[in-house]
């Protein structure tokens, strides 16, 4: 019963290191999206996958990339980490565009210093 | 320009009673989504309620319901008989179909804070 897992929970860089960020999903959904949640704006869409295979930009891509592994998998990889990433990241997935709505991950805590 | 836009930072509610968060949308896409979410103090996204932009009634999820007003572009969500366990953030989000694909906006979100 696990539904989207993200790894890890908690993260502390330095500026310039890099690390990727983990999402899998147990529930055979199509899409799946990475999003940021900074206090007072909401959640920004960072990076989505409508479907295995393919990627697509949302509102706040850059010094992010993505890789949709497979079905189940959407990681987020931070290049060179700057303070601005400091952030909580979501990851969420939906069976087609998310009409039935997301099912999120429990958020991924990276400070950058 | 802002799409979603959520006016109440904060909001207190008694017990028992029912509590409105009001939310308004901009888009020019005739098709679109809205959705509602909420966040506990424990972090995780939770979804409550869909309404499609073409849907006749008003969606209902229990004791939330989505009071969607087109003309005045707003979709207010109501949560009826407050809990202790009601209080958390809320978020009210879009998708424009035609136009975002499959982009998902959110608002700034609404805390509620429900009141013994």
């Known amino acids: 019963n696990a539904g989207v897992t993200q790894t890890p929970k908690f993260q502390v860089l330095k500026t310039g290191q890099s690390m990727t960020l983990q999402c899998a999903q147990d529930m055979n959904h199509n899409s799946m999206y990475w999003y940021r949640q900074d206090p007072g704006m909401g959640l920004r869409l960072i990076y989505y996958s409508a479907s295995e295979g393919t990627t697509d930009k949302g509102e706040v891509p850059n010094g992010y990339n993505v890789s949709r592994l497979n079905k189940r998998e959407f990681s987020l990889r931070l290049e060179s980490a700057a303070p601005s990433q400091t952030s909580v990241y979501f990851c969420?997935?939906?069976?087609?565009?998310?009409?039935?709505?997301?099912?999120f991950g429990s958020g991924t805590r990276l400070t950058v210093v | 320009a802002q799409k979603i836009t959520q006016t109440q930072p904060g909001m207190f509610v008694q017990e028992k009673e029912a509590v409105t968060l009001d939310c308004t949308y901009d888009t020019s896409d005739p098709s679109y989504g809205l959705f509602w979410y909420k966040q506990p103090s424990s972090g995780e996204m939770i979804f409550l309620i869909y309404q499609g932009s073409y849907d006749q009634q008003n969606a209902t999820e229990g004791r939330y319901s989505l009071n969607f007003q087109k003309a005045r572009k707003s979709a207010n969500l109501v949560i009826s008989a407050s809990q202790l366990g009601d209080s958390a953030m809320y978020f009210c989000?879009?998708?424009?179909?035609?136009?975002?694909?499959?982009?998902?906006?959110f608002g700034a979100g609404t805390r509620l804070f429900v009141k013994a």
């Open positions: 969420a997935s939906s069976q087609g565009a998310g009409d039935y709505g997301y099912t």
């Open positions: 989000a879009m998708r424009e179909v035609n136009t975002g694909g499959f982009k998902t906006i």
